[in-house]
């Protein structure tokens, strides 16, 4: 059973910092894509940043590139998403992904094709 567990949410101020940890168990992820989702109040879960369990393949939604950075541990089987510049509309609740996805970049950052997900954590940017 895949278990994936977030942590390092939080409230910072506009223009800071903060690293969100996906710890992952239960399985092993080679072949996985592993991806991170947000859900700000009202609106829809949408992409923000994906891997593959190899590293060889990383994306980001337009509205992150150059501020946040996806990257893995596989000794630790943990993934992060360090978020810098982070802005008020960044706030949201932040969930990892991961399934087992054919190589296609397209797929990574569709939802539907993640089967397993983390509880979520909140992050929230004051202005």
């Known amino acids: 059973q895949v278990q994936l567990v977030e942590s390092g949410g939080g409230l910072v101020q506009a223009g800071g910092s903060l690293r969100l940890s996906c710890a992952a168990s239960g399985h092993t992820f080679s072949g996985y894509a592993i991806g991170w989702f947000r859900q700000a109040p009202g609106k829809e879960r949408e992409f923000v940043a994906t891997?593959?369990?190899?590293?060889?393949?990383?994306y980001y939604a337009d509205s992150v590139k150059g501020r946040f950075t996806i990257s893995r541990d596989s000794a630790k089987s943990t993934v992060y998403l360090q978020m810098n510049s982070l802005k008020p509309e960044d706030t949201a609740v932040y969930y990892c992904?991961?399934?087992?996805?054919?190589?296609?970049?397209?797929?990574?950052?569709?939802?539907?094709?993640?089967?397993?997900w983390g509880q979520g954590t909140q992050v929230t940017v004051s202005s």
């Open positions: 891997t593959s369990w190899s590293g060889a393949i990383t």
């Open positions: 992904a991961a399934d087992r996805i054919p190589d296609d970049i397209i797929l990574f950052t569709r939802r539907e094709y993640y089967g397993y």
